[in-house]
């Protein structure tokens, strides 16, 4: 048996090629997918330079394509809920053309922004992914590089964008409690300033029609502000047996006000959410009914579409828009 390579050595170019019986060129074009070689030629390199380990060197690999093999995430989630999982599905769409993410992250400061914008680019970044907490427009950026907007839009609308539906989100949880015979819904959401809130709250008065009890009820993404709902809407004699809530957050305020009020889910009132965050709706009581917003499927698209962009391939679409999915658990049926 021949001995195992120390893990401290290096594996070069020239130690693929002896193990391939093939010359340093063919090596290089085999593993940088150029020039005219045979498929098993090309697969056979491949295979040794996997089996050995070798790690091609991509600052050469830029220097001849003339890129960096890296792109910037900038974002203004500090708090990771809505960034993270469109950081992981870009970084997976990325990763098949071999390219590193660099996450920047502004804290919503523009000053910092700007700053971080010049960083990115003086480490000559091939693009940019920029998405953030809220779904509000944002001015597009002054940069010479190709860029992607995630899950928050520019004001320019035809800058590329992968983006969510919110209006679709409310929509199915509200055909789900109309499906199931709730007749009386109470809608308990974020702030107004909101885009998502007013499109939210909007769809939910469109489809819920008469079956919509009072009016919208304007408050703040936070469990505090659904517990304070259900007191407020039961305090003005409201009659509802369903609370279609903005977000995860306002529904877990909302299951545990129910409960210490002594009203039964699903029993006495259906709950639903939307965003499917797995902290709070596998940790409700019960798990809740929730619209999920796709937020890996929108990291996946957008680091496609910047892979295209960045490879010099025209979009097929500049703006899309990717379909939430309904999670329906025990605090409906």
Known sequence: MSPQRPFSTTVRIGDVARAAGVS?????????GTGSLREETRRHVRETAERLGFVADARARGLVAGRTYTVGFLTTDSFGRFMLPILMGAEDALSVGQIAVILADTRDDHAREQHLLRSLRSRRVDGLIVTGRTTDARDPLDVDIPVVHAFAPSNDDSAPAVLTDEAGAARLVVEHLLA???????????????????????????????????????????????????????????????????????????????????????????????????VMALAARPALTTADLCLAEIGRRSGEMLLDLVEGRELSEQRVVVPPRLEVRGSTV
């Open 180 to 278: 199931i015979g709730r007749r009386r819904i109470l809608h308990v959401t974020g702030p107004e300033r909101h885009r998502s809130s007013r499109v939210r709250a909007e769809e939910v008065r469109r489809v819920a029609g008469e079956a919509l009890v009072g009016e919208p009820m304007f408050g703040a993404w936070s469990e505090e502000w659904g517990l304070r709902a259900i007191d407020l809407a039961l305090a003005s004699g409201l009659e509802f047996d369903a609370v279609c809530a903005g977000s995860d957050q306002i529904a877990r305020g909302v299951l545990d006000r129910l409960r210490e009020r002594g009203l039964s889910v699903p029993a006495d009132v259906a709950v639903t959410g939307v965003d499917n965050w797995d």
């Open 24 to 32: 340093v060129g063919t090596v290089s074009k085999a593993l940088n």
